[in-house]
């Protein structure tokens, strides 16, 4: 009998963002799987560091950083099949994913992979979304508001014409996107009605109205806004 | 001195949702606060329940179900003035939210009447949306896809202009709204990439694709709506 896939969400960062249920999980694990960077780095193995069992199995997943798409598909071949040698002689996998298994994750290159041979439970995490609503102090919607969430790679002209109808917006993954953000809200005239996050609920974290925000950003920031008649910020 | 005001999410209904930090500040707390119906039932503290110490103080606001706006005010008068009361004596309160606080939350009632006063922090929680998603086995947005919510009591006509030019799509708190969603997805040719799940991660959990979802649906379920080429149900 095959063991069971579990794609397990570890919040933003702060180790106890971590659900009672991922700490559970990762404590029994004989098996933990999780991406990292060339060179070791993992950052949802740090955010589970407390909660791993002395002797539990690891498969360090690198993935590379870069634009191209085939290197990036073959690491997580090569991650999807050693996941896959474990569950085959019966070993559960609990896979660890920073904020959420299914939102914006890694997880879903080995969801895709795996989910049609192998049982799979998914536990939900705290996004990087309400994280950064809480850094700021800044509701993000109530009553019958809308939200939207875009990546912020987005092209320019698409990103304007989503936010110009959209009420509350957060954009994910600013990073090197961030001056081509800021422009798109200073024509929108959204400036002062934006917040700036990064790191959220880490110690780095860094929170700021958008006007005063760093000319560079990290992948791990955020821009939300809101446009009610009630500006937060 | 001033009490502190935590404003803490508690996931979507399964205990196990909290996050070990909600966990830790409720086991803790002198003073707990939470809306519950009128009659007494809490989903919110029905949610926490294992965790809350003997002794602790509890504040329970009854919120009336009503469509007209001044009694619910009302009550959100009346419990922030007794959260206020107990935070001018010195003691912290925890206030416990279904979710997250800052996502379509009744927190966001308390802090609006709270936060220039006293001193606040947020706990995000685990959300429906992605609660949701994870019964599904549906992957929400990847990559560069954008993701938009939408309040179920929308309108018709802007619902389906929204639904039109999106992506990934989650529809809250449907309830009686079911059959006019139903009719939009059907107008857009979407009803086969729709999923639906009611009470999430309750054991009452419902979880089907939208063809086959019951006639009438409780203020507590979702509708999913992915557009890729690879439907997931």
Redesign the interface.
């Known amino acids: 009998m095959n063991g069971m896939l579990y794609g397990v969400?570890l919040?933003?960062g702060?180790?106890?963002?971590?659900?009672?249920?991922a700490?559970?999980l990762i404590g029994k694990a004989n098996v933990i799987a999780y991406p990292s960077l060339e060179g070791g780095e993992s950052f949802a193995r740090a955010i589970a560091a407390n909660v791993i069992s002395k002797g539990t199995e690891e498969i360090a997943i690198s993935i590379p950083m870069s634009v191209k798409r085939a290197p990036a598909q073959a690491a997580y071949d090569k991650g999807a099949a050693a996941i896959a040698a474990q569950l085959e002689v019966g070993k559960d996998v609990v896979v660890l994913c920073e904020g959420?298994?299914?939102?914006?994750g890694s997880f879903?290159y080995f969801?895709?992979r795996l989910?049609d041979r192998f049982e799979?439970k998914?536990?939900?995490?705290?996004?990087s979304v309400?994280?950064c609503?809480?850094?700021l102090?800044?509701?993000?919607?109530?009553?019958?508001?809308?939200?939207?969430?875009?990546?912020g790679?987005?092209g320019e002209d698409a990103m304007e014409a989503?936010i110009a109808v959209a009420e509350a917006v957060a954009v994910m993954k600013v990073g090197r996107h961030l001056p081509k953000i800021k422009r798109v809200l200073d024509r929108l005239g959204l400036t002062d009605h934006a917040g700036y996050v990064e790191r959220a609920?880490l110690p780095a974290e860094l929170v700021l109205p958008l006007a005063d925000a760093p000319e560079t950003a990290p992948y791990f920031s955020m821009i939300l806004v809101t446009k009610g008649d009630d500006p937060w910020l």
Do not use: H, W
């Open positions: 969400g919040g933003p702060d180790p106890e963002l971590m659900t009672l249920k700490a559970r959420d298994p299914f939102f914006y879903m969801f895709s989910s799979c998914i536990v939900p995490g705290v996004t309400t994280a609503a809480a850094a102090q800044a509701p993000l919607t109530a009553r019958n508001e809308v939200l939207t969430i875009i990546p790679p987005m989503r609920s």
